[in-house]
């Protein structure tokens, strides 16, 4: 079965903490991304990844970064964390650089900012 | 970001009533996908759609890619109470990039026991 795990899936921080998403993904996909969910917003696609330490930035950036040393593991990094970024944050991976492909998340990190 | 436009918006059904929900772009994709999200998790795949006009079946789901390309069906027959959820499809280009995803608004879906 296709499987992609997000280590935390409940945290709660304060204003100016830096903050780790990890993900792992175990179907030796090429790309992997994160997005955040937001009421009213729909998902959101904040980066991508489509290759070890190749990164792409999304429809939302700012605040955010990424690393991407495996072929498996993404992680997604709040340098200093901010109230207006408390949101569900996803990730997911897909296989394939040219083709389009099924998209599969992982179960959610709900991130509250305090 | 771009939405794609998904309806209906919400839904309350009778238990062992059928639901279509639908999808539609003003541009042409090459894959449609379909999730299910419960409160507080992440989206499961339901269905994958890769070829226009490919109707596929999981279980009691059943989705369609439209012949436009521009559009997708979802159908659920006879439901029950666990179908209770947030449906919503995705569909995507091979021209717009391969990391573009464009996601639906969702449907809402509550079925009376």
């Known amino acids: 079965d296709v499987k992609v795990t997000q280590s935390s899936r409940y945290l709660v921080k304060r204003t100016g903490e830096k903050v780790f998403l990890e993900c792992v993904q175990d179907?030796?996909?090429?790309?992997m991304f994160w997005y955040r969910q937001d009421p009213g917003l729909g998902l959101r696609l904040i980066y991508f990844s489509y290759d070890v330490k190749m990164k792409e930035k999304g429809d939302i950036p700012e605040g955010y970064s990424v690393s991407r040393e495996k072929k498996e593991r993404f992680s997604l990094i709040l340098e200093s964390a901010s109230t207006n970024q408390t949101s569900m944050y996803l990730c997911?991976?897909?296989?394939?650089?040219?083709?389009?492909?099924?998209?599969?998340f992982g179960e959610g990190s709900w991130l509250t900012v305090v | 970001g771009q939405q794609l436009n998904q309806s209906p918006q919400s839904m309350f059904i009778q238990e062992g009533e059928d639901v279509s929900m639908n999808c539609t772009s003003s541009?042409?994709?090459?894959?449609w996908l379909w999730y299910k999200q419960d409160p507080g998790e992440g989206p499961v795949l339901l269905i994958a759609l890769y070829k226009a006009g490919e109707l596929t079946s999981n279980g009691r789901l059943t989705a369609q890619f439209g012949i436009t390309r521009k559009d997708s069906f979802l159908n659920i027959s006879a439901s029950i109470p666990s179908d209770v959820g947030i449906y919503f499809c995705?569909?995507?280009?091979?021209?717009?990039?391969?990391?573009?995803?464009?996601f639906g608004t969702g449907t809402r879906l509550k079925v009376l026991a």
């Open positions: 541009s042409i994709f090459n894959t």
């Open positions: 179907m030796d996909h090429e790309n």
């Open positions: 997911a991976s897909s296989s394939g650089r040219v083709t389009g492909n099924t998209i599969y």
């Open positions: 995705a569909g995507h280009s091979l021209t717009s990039g391969t990391y573009k995803y464009i």
